[in-house]
């Protein structure tokens, strides 16, 4: 049923509890899962040599460290993991991928680091201009 899921990570709790919920999934359907990380280029652009690197740069190792994490955590349970850190539009990047790899669904936070709304703008995006399902958690 769920062969493929992609795991959109940024750090925030909806994130995380959205991470829990696939390892869950992927456990029981014996999934792949995808996880990736988006450096938002509307917010830095891309990096040049000034104080923009710099914060891009930290972002990059920040998302790494956060694919790295939950690729560890899927690998202890047996589960095969692969991980993205990538630069664009995060909604547009998110449907990319899970187009790229297939994705039976994604599984994403409802809300993300920096939205407090009812739902956050990528994950609202995501649903909307995405043609795979959607969990948010």
């Not at 703008?121 to 649903?127: A, G, I």
Request: hydrophobic residues 35%.
């Amino acid at each position: 049923m769920y062969d493929t899921l992609l795991v959109p990570l940024d750090g925030s709790d909806g994130a995380n509890r959205a991470a829990e919920h696939a390892l869950e999934l992927a456990d029981r359907f014996d999934s792949e899962l995808h996880s990736m990380f988006v450096v938002d280029t509307r917010l830095y652009g891309e990096p040049s040599l000034s104080s923009t690197e710099i914060v891009v740069d930290e972002l990059e190792d920040q998302g790494h460290a956060l694919v790295d994490d939950f690729a560890d955590r899927a690998d202890n349970l047996g589960i095969e993991t692969e991980t993205r850190v990538c630069h664009g539009v995060p909604h547009q990047e998110i449907i990319d991928y899970a187009e790229d790899v297939d994705a039976d669904a994604i599984v994403m936070g409802y809300q993300g680091q920096t939205h407090r709304q009812k739902i956050g703008s990528v994950s609202e995006r995501v649903v909307r201009d995405g043609s795979r399902p959607v969990f948010t958690v």
